[in-house]
Nanobody, 117 residues
Framework: QVQLAESGGGSAQPGGSLRLSCAASGRIFRFYRMSWYRQAPGNERELVAM???????NYVDSVKGRFTISRDNAKNTIYLQMNSLKPEDTAVYYCNAFSSVYNTNTWGQGTQVTVSS
């Protein structure tokens, strides 16, 4: 079963940038659909960005034009480049690996992102 480890969270000022990373174990990483979710206190977990095994991407409207998801299959890693951060981006960010073929739906432990002045 795949294991995920997020890193790169922390604090930033409004307008600043952070880059999250999610490293995956296993040899079939390239077949997974990979996603970033976030959950703020009192809110439900929401999908932020998704990248398929073929590299297609999708974003929630609130981050379009500010966040970029990417993957490096050679390093078994995905990234979330977050620019023009806003206080409402404050949340715990989770990495997810999904594959119906390989019966996988795995979550990372989460990394805190705090945006404040």
């Amino acid at each position: 079963q795949v294991q995920l480890a997020e890193s790169g969270g922390g604090s930033a000022q409004p307008g600043g940038s952070l880059r999250l990373s999610c490293a995956a174990s296993g040899r079939i990483f390239r077949f997974y659909r990979m996603s970033w979710y976030r959950q703020a206190p009192g809110n439900e977990r929401e999908l932020v960005a998704m990248i398929t095994s073929t590299g297609s991407t999708n974003y929630v409207d609130s981050v379009k034009g500010r966040f970029t998801i990417s993957r490096d299959n050679a390093k078994n890693t995905i990234y979330l480049q977050m620019n023009s951060l806003k206080p409402e981006d404050t949340a715990v960010y989770y990495c997810n690996a999904f594959s119906s073929v390989y019966n996988t739906n795995t979550w990372g432990q989460g990394t805190q992102v705090t945006v404040s002045s």
